[in-house]
């Protein structure tokens, strides 16, 4: 059995001591290889071939009975043996499995961004969507829940706070559109802090800095399908002493370029301009410079990323990400705004599935109809 690079010590102990239990007799207790000797004796059956339940090599225990990890510790990068076993196991079926890897510094709205994904995915995607809890952390659980009530506007939520640095999130959603016709599809968003983003900059004082955390190159390298989202907050000041926003861009995308060259493959990307609706309002006039084109916005504002990722194919996309309407008071969102994560996630899918459009698409027709009446889209 492949061991969980994430697995702690006690875990395992833990693990095993069940596996232990579930040779035991569950009425009497009883060790299941004296029973085995007892009805050995009692009837001349043999019950050599029997013998696998108690092989060192194969020791099944069902999902059920696993122990469930409370976090994915990133606090030290995986060891070279255990970055070997989490590639082998993100390569076992690795065609199925679809990552979404957001960058970005801390405070740029990730973890928002993928709040409003998953809030869109559960209450307006027609189909089913689950969060798989085999598959999760209790962190990963609680964060999943923490991010609905805070979008179902439950009154008593906890707050969203910055992300662990000590950690990293994976949700692991599963998607079955209601038309039949349409792939179902798992996707992965990973939510990881600013900080690790941040520490693709190289700093001198810092000797880990200037390369991503390996359990983020490890998905990169690995075969599952990986899409790419760089969030880019301008509303946010560089501030004196932090690395500016864009060289946190700038570094993550020379990573992935290595990787990329090396490995002979492209990730499909996005550039996201969070928090759109603060661009709207205080940054409007050069929205209406730019012909609200969010590519010319961003070619503006970060030129020396936004050239580069432009330019390295005209598949990679860019939106003014707005997610509803936030109070002035704290982050409390009075109205969603579907719109935005609808695009994001119709653009997921796609991608995923070779074309394959999640939702029905309005016809030409319905379309002129729609104009006719005054809608815009
Ligand atoms: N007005 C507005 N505020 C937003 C929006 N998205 C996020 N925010 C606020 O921005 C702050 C930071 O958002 P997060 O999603 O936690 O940022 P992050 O990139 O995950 O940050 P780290 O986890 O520290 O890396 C929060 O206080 C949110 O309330 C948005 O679309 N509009
Ligand atoms: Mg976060």
Wanted: with cysteine; aromatic share 12%; glycine share 4%.
């Amino acid at each position: 059995m492949l061991k969980n690079p994430f697995d702690t010590k006690e875990a395992s102990e833990q693990n095993h001591l069940n596996n232990d239990d579930n040779l035991q007799n569950i009425e009497t207790n009883q060790p299941l290889e004296e029973i085995v000797s007892e009805q050995d004796s009692e009837n001349s059956l043999d019950f050599e071939s029997f013998t696998f339940k108690k092989s060192e090599k194969y020791e099944y225990t069902p999902q059920s009975k696993r122990v469930r990890q409370s976090k994915r510790d990133v606090e030290n990068d995986l060891t070279d043996e255990e970055y070997h076993e989490r590639l082998m196991e993100l390569n076992t079926n690795a065609e199925n499995k679809h990552y979404v890897l957001f960058f970005g510094q801390p405070a740029s709205g990730k973890t928002w961004i993928i709040g409003s994904l998953l809030h869109y995915m559960k209450n307006y995607l027609g189909g089913t969507v689950y969060l798989d809890s085999d598959k999760s952390t209790d962190s990963e659980e609680e964060l999943f829940y923490q991010l609905q009530d805070r979008f179902n506007g439950v009154v008593h939520s906890e707050k969203i706070t910055s992300t662990d640095t000590k950690q990293y999130f994976e949700f692991h959603i599963s998607f079955t559109p209601k038309d039949s016709s349409k792939p179902p599809m798992d996707i992965i968003f990973i939510d990881a802090s600013g900080e690790h983003s941040e520490q693709g900059f190289r700093n001198r004082h810092n000797e880990k800095s200037g390369k991503l955390p390996n359990y983020l190159t490890a998905i990169l390298e690995s075969k599952v399908n990986t899409k790419l989202a760089f969030v880019y907050d301008q509303s946010l000041i560089d501030e004196k002493g932090s690395i500016p926003q864009v060289n946190v861009l700038n570094a993550v995308f020379t990573h992935i370029q290595h990787i990329q060259l090396s490995q002979k493959k492209t990730f499909p990307k996005a550039l996201l301009l969070s928090k759109a609706d603060r661009i709207y309002a205080t940054d409007m006039a050069a929205v209406e410079r730019n012909g609200y084109d969010p590519m010319h916005y961003a070619l503006e504002k970060i030129p020396s990323f936004a050239n580069s990722f432009f330019n390295e194919s005209p598949n990679n996309k860019t939106i003014f990400y707005k997610m509803g309407t936030f109070s002035t008071n704290s982050d409390l969102i009075l109205e969603f705004d579907t719109e935005c994560p609808s695009k994001l996630f119709r653009w997921l899918y796609m991608e995923g599935t070779g074309g394959t459009s999640p939702v029905k698409e309005p016809t030409c027709w319905n379309k002129f109809m729609g104009w006719f009446k005054g809608e815009s889209k």
